[in-house]
Every structure is written in C-alpha cells, then in structure tokens.
C-alpha cells in the first residue's frame, strides 16, 4: 500500500482552508498539514473585510460627530491619527491571526510557514524550504488577488486593496478606479478620514449586478458624501510627476492628480504557478479551478473551495465550500453547499444588504412580479439636516407571493439582511412577512409593512 506523508495537505489558510482542515480534523482525517506563504487568516482577516470593517467604523467618525451636535451635544476639536488607526488595526490583527493559528493548532493540524506548489499528482513542494512531501488528498483554498492594472502604462504607480491597509499616512487625494464592492467602500473610507477622493468607474453607475434600485440609490449617496464620480471611462495611463504625486490619464482626455491611486477593478483566482497542470487540475478561462458541486476538481483526489474557484466569492461562502468538503470526504455525507440567496452587505455609506433576486432578475424568469419599496429618511437624522435616506425593497412572484428578494440601503442594512435572508432562504410568502407584527420605532419595521404595490408613474 502506498504511504503518503499526509492524509491531507491543505494549500491557503485562509477563511476556506482553515475551516475545511478543522472540520477534516474533527471527522477523523489523520494527518492534516495547511501551508500558508503570507498570514494565517488569509484576505478576510489579514487584508480583508476585517480590517476593512475597522476602516469604516473609523471613516464615519466626523460625520457622527456632526450628527450628534443634532442632539445637542457640543463637540470640540477632533483630529484623525492615521498612525494610530493602522497600529490599532495591527494590534487586532495580529490577535485575529493568533487565534486562528490556536484553533488550527488545538485540531492537531500541522502549520508549514512556505509557499506550497503542486509537483505531481499527491507531490506537494515548499518552495522555501525546498522539500517534498506527498498527500493523499489535497484541498486548495488559495484564494484570490487583486487585479492590478497590469498591462498600463505607469500600472506600478498605483495600488491595490492590499497595499492600502498599510499606507505610511493618509494620502491627501486619492482616485480610486472600480465600481464595485471595494472600490465603493473604499472611495468613502478615504473621503470619510478625510481625502479628496475620485472614483472612476468604466459603467454608468456603480455596483453592477446589484438591484437598479439600490445602484441609484448609492451612485447618489456616494456623490452627496463628496466623492465625484466620473462614469463611462477607464484609465489609460500613470505618471509619476514628482514630490509623490502621480498624474492618471482617463480615456476620456481628463487628467488627475493624486497622491495615492488604487485600482479596485476586480480580483483573479489564484492559481498561477500553483503547478495545477502536473497533477491534472483543470482551470477555466480566468483561471478558476473547475469543481464540481461537492467541490471536486477535475483530478479524483484534489479539491478547491473559495475564491480560487470563482463560483461565489465571500468569506462565509468558502467557509461553508470547506465544511461541505469535510462532510463529503471525511465523513461520509456527500454535501453540496446551495448557492443560491446568499444574504451580502456592502459596506458604504450608508451600507446596502441584500438578498436573492433583483427586481430585473426576477421579471426575467417569473411571468408576474410584485415590487413593495419605500425611501424615508432615518429616525437617527431627524433632528439634522442629513439627506441621507433609507432604501427598503422587496421583490415578490406575483402567482405565489414569495419573497424572492429583499434589498435595503441605510443604517444597519447589513445587520437586517441577515435575518431577511433566512426568510427568503426558507420562501417566506409576502403574507407571511405581514404576519409578523412590527418592531417599533425602527427602520426594519417597514419590512414587515409594505402594504401598497408599487405602482410605476407614467
Ligand atoms: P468587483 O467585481 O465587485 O468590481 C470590479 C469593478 O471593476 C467593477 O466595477 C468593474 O466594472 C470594474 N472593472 C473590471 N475590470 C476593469 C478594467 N479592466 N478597467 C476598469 N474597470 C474595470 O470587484 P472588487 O475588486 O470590488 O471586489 C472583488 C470581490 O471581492 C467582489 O466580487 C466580492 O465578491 C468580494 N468583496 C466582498 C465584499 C463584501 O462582501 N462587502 C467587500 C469587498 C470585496 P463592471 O461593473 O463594468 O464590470
């Protein structure tokens, strides 16, 4: 009988990776090892939606204080220390990636500190160490990178998500290129700790993919927070013009001077010069490891969960592809995770949450569909003159009444999504949702009292 060293060999220890090798610890898988190349926690907690969290939380600041002058307190001066953020931000990540190191270490999974590369169907190198050493499975949960503009002309000049968590001090203006997740976000943390910002965007309003409703909703609340947006162009090239300004050519003939010039224009799979090809691990045309729905690529024994696979990219989506794993292999329980209404916030200012279908998606596969949506403006700012509102929408089959979607923009959307995903996951009916009496005084309230059909006007 062959020996392998390894049970399973785990390449990325990240969200998707370390959850998997626990949950293969627990169901008896033997000898586990994860190798990791930067730090135990992978994007999410290490470059990611953690840190990134603590940036906004750190960015809304001036406008809380505004807003408490509205309830009649006195705020004096205030300054922003971005040293003393990022020291912050270190220290807390820092904490994150011990505790993800001790609960690794407590599953009895072996930590290995290199890069791993694929050599051969159950052949594993470590590059800096430059050993063998064989498994019997391997699971890759390498995650993904940024896309970095390469390609343009001057493309060095700029940075990505990666690199703006460790800034040397706030840059005083800034163009943030994308209009997706992080570069919404991001446009707004840097106008909120006080930059100038631009945000170029190639489309004509930001989030695409997301329901029509929430995009004009947060095109326009980004504007009103004093980032300009410039739509329907890209970047064409960067010059650095000295005194550590770099001067950003759009196709559009503008011209942009900033400090500092980050690119959110998506992020790639990662898997070049993983080897995949040396053990038949097929990728597709972006390089996404294909899997099947338990997560199996195409070689018997190799498995991938996460962003490295490209199916839905978010932390709890590669946490629960790594548990399923676990099930499937390790614990004779063939599971496949569901991937459809999958509840995601994102993070600007005001937030968005949402969950299954857009109101376009909708009216594409269902014959009748009912739309229920308010906008008013948050109890929170009624004592100021903050213009900020509140989106709230719901999206119904007009046969059955079931909820197919919920999208809310304002206060605390994130935190709400979370529970209205658990009733359009379970195909709660309009009625239902009625049913449920209202919590009073809140914004959420108006989820469950939606009682007029919106009517479009002529
Ligand atoms: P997204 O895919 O969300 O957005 C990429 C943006 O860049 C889009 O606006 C896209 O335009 C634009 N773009 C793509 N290629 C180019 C190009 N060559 N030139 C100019 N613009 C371009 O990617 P992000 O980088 O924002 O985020 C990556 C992923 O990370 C997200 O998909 C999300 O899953 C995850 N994420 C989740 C977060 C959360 O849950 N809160 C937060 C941050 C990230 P177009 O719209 O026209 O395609």
Redesign the pocket.
Same mark, same amino acid.
């Given at each position: 009988m062959t020996q392998f060293d390894y049970d399973l060999f785990v390449i990325g220890a990240g969200s998707g990776g370390v959850r998997a090798s626990r949950m293969a610890a627990k169901h008896g898988a033997g000898k586990i090892a994860i190798a990791e190349e930067h730090r135990y926690g992978g994007t999410c907690v290490i470059r990611? /939606?953690v840190p990134?969290k603590l940036f906004v939380y750190a960015s809304e600041f001036e406008k809380t204080f505004k807003l408490a002058e509205s309830f009649g307190w006195s705020v004096g001066e205030s300054e922003f220390s971005w040293e003393k953020l990022i020291a912050a931000k270190d220290a807390e990540i820092d904490r994150l990636e011990g505790i993800y190191q001790r609960l690794l270490k407590n599953s009895g999974v072996e930590m290995i500190s290199d890069r791993a590369v694929i050599e051969g169907p159950n052949t594993i190198r470590l590059v800096n160490e430059d050993r063998t050493v064989t498994a019997k499975k391997i699971l890759i949960a390498t995650g993904?990178t940024?896309?970095a503009?390469e390609g343009m002309v001057g493309h060095r000049l700029g940075i990505t998500?990666n690199e703006a968590f460790y800034l040397p001090e706030l840059p005083k203006r800034v163009v943030v290129?994308?209009?997706?997740?992080?570069? /919404?976000?991001f446009a707004q943390i840097f106008k909120g700790m006080g930059s100038d910002v631009v945000q170029?965007?190639?489309?004509d309003k930001?989030?695409?993919?997301f329901d029509e409703d929430v995009r004009d909703h947060v095109h326009n609340e980004i504007e009103a927070s004093g980032v300009r947006i410039i739509t329907n162009t890209?970047?064409t090239k960067i010059e650095d013009i000295g005194d550590g300004v770099k001067r950003v050519h759009l196709k559009n003939g503008e011209v942009l001077e900033a400090e500092c010039v980050m690119?959110?224009?998506?992020?790639n799979p990662h898997t070049v010069g993983l080897g995949l090809e040396t053990a038949g691990v097929e990728v597709d045309e972006k390089g996404a490891i294909k899997v099947d729905a338990y997560s199996k690529t195409t070689a018997d024994h190799i498995y991938a969960v996460g962003?490295v696979t490209n199916r839905?990219?978010?932390?709890p989506v590669a946490i629960r592809e790594g548990a399923a794993f676990a099930q499937t292999v390790y614990n004779d329980n063939p599971t496949a995770f569901d991937h459809s209404d999958i509840a995601?916030?994102?993070?600007t200012q005001p937030p968005v949450g949402s969950v299954g279908m857009t109101e376009a998606e909708a009216r594409e596969s269902f014959k009748e569909v009912d739309i229920y949506k308010t906008s008013f403006r948050p109890m929170k700012y009624s004592l100021s003159d903050f213009g900020s509102r509140m989106l709230m929408k719901l999206v119904v089959d007009g046969e059955t009444q079931r909820v197919l979607g919920v999208h809310i923009v304002g206060p605390d959307a994130?935190e709400m999504i979370q529970l209205a995903g658990i009733a359009v996951k379970a195909g709660l009916t309009k009625d239902q949702y009625d049913a449920a009496c209202a919590v009073h005084p809140t914004s959420a309230e108006e989820l469950v009292t939606m009682a007029d059909k919106w009517v479009p006007s002529e």
């Open positions: 990611g /939606c990134k993904g940024p896309f503009h998500s290129a994308g209009g997706g997740y992080i570069a /919404c976000e170029v965007y190639r489309g930001v989030l695409r993919g890209i970047f690119y959110a224009i998506g992020r962003d839905v990219n978010l932390t995601s916030a994102v993070f994130p």
